[in-house]
């Protein structure tokens, strides 16, 4: 369960680096199938 809780940290921080919003979604559409695998 850390292990979402450090992507939605990556991500937050890549945000906040100003990179593109494009790498960002990826990385909540990679979150939300690492979601889906621990909550089954």
Excluded: F
């Excluded at 921080?13 to 089954?40: C, F, H, N, T, Y």
């Amino acid at each position: 369960m850390y292990g979402v809780v450090d992507a939605v940290a990556q991500t937050i921080e890549l945000s906040q680096a100003g990179l593109p919003i494009q790498s960002m979604s990826l990385r909540m559409s990679q979150l939300d199938s690492l979601v889906k695998v621990v909550s089954q």
